[in-house]
């Protein structure tokens, strides 16, 4: 919120990935900023020939990118494309606002770099939390806004002054002791595992033209069934049951990826998430079912 409100003003174009976190979505809207799609493979990222065509179009006021690792994609883009989209960027003076909050959750042995430290900074802001590897409740976070500081810090100061101490306070000791590093090896483990074991519950119970994404960090699965499925009719279905789950339009501007849904690896594995799983398959099998019987 705030970087955005550093560099764009109301009416503004801002380029997303799609799909996107739909937060994102959210404070573009609150803001009143235009959403700008850009196609987002499910590996690699945002297609960096895409956003140069977009660029030649029409004016845009900065670009948000979350791409180690997407929400929900959990989709990294390669150094060398970072590096590309960087300098495609910095040529049209379009500052990146880039979201890490998932970089610390990497399955590969090293932590992709961010695209701060590809480009110093020159024309990034950074974004970034222990919401996903601590506790969203601590609202612990920190943003590197480089050029933009004095811009950030007068919002930042207009808004809330600072954030609470106590939280702030019980981190840095955890930091100071090590603890951090073993806990996050340890994170990266069950998440990996949890990945696992729900991308095999979903290869096992779901209509057998369902694609699954192979996630490169974080803990978010992207499920895609045919064009016609529809998420939503599945949400209501799966809620009767209790089972909750994001329907692939929450993360587009132009409610694309109906056929779409993400779920969440983020919670200890049970036989009740695993159940949980299997009962969405078999819903969503039936929804096939019933809409091929009624065409
Ligand atoms: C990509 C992305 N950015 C930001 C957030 C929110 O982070 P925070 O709790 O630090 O506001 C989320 C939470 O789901 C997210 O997925």
């Not at 306070?169 to 930091?175: N, P, R, S, V, W």
Request: charged share 20%; with cysteine; net charge positive.
């Amino acid at each position: 919120m705030l970087a955005l409100m550093a560099v764009s003003k109301r009416g503004d174009t801002i380029a997303i990935e799609a799909p996107t976190y739909f937060g994102v979505l959210h404070t573009l809207e609150v803001l009143g900023l235009k959403a700008l799609e850009l196609p987002t493979h499910p590996t690699h990222g945002v297609n960096i020939a895409a956003l140069a065509r977009v660029l030649d179009t029409g004016p845009v006021a900065a670009c948000v990118l979350s791409s180690t690792f997407n929400n929900p994609l959990g989709s990294a883009m390669v150094e060398a494309d970072k590096r590309a989209l960087l300098a495609l960027l910095a040529r049209r003076a379009v500052p990146l606002i880039e979201d890490d909050v998932y970089g610390d959750i990497h399955f590969g042995r090293e932590r992709p770099k961010p695209f701060i430290a590809l480009d110093g900074g020159a024309n990034t802001i950074y974004c970034s939390s222990f919401s996903k590897t601590l506790a969203p409740g601590y609202r612990v976070g920190w943003i590197a806004p480089g050029a933009y500081t004095q811009r950030v810090m007068e919002r930042k100061l207009a808004f809330s002054l600072c954030n609470p101490i106590l939280p702030q306070i019980a981190i840095t000791d955890f930091l100071a002791n090590g603890a951090y590093d073993a806990h996050l090896r340890r994170l990266r483990r069950l998440l990996e595992e949890n990945i696992s074991r729900m991308t095999r519950a979903i290869e096992e119970s779901f209509p057998s033209d369902t694609k699954v994404s192979r996630p490169a960090g974080g803990f978010m699965i992207w499920v895609e069934l045919p064009r016609r499925f529809d998420s939503r009719a599945l949400f209501d279905a799966a809620l009767e049951q209790g089972i909750c789950f994001a329907p692939g339009d929450v993360f587009s501007a132009s409610r694309r990826f109906r056929n779409c849904l993400r779920l969440s690896a983020g919670s200890e594995w049970s036989d009740r998430i695993e159940d949980g799983v299997r009962r969405l398959g078999l819903l969503s099998r039936n929804l096939i079912a019933g809409s091929t019987s009624l065409a």
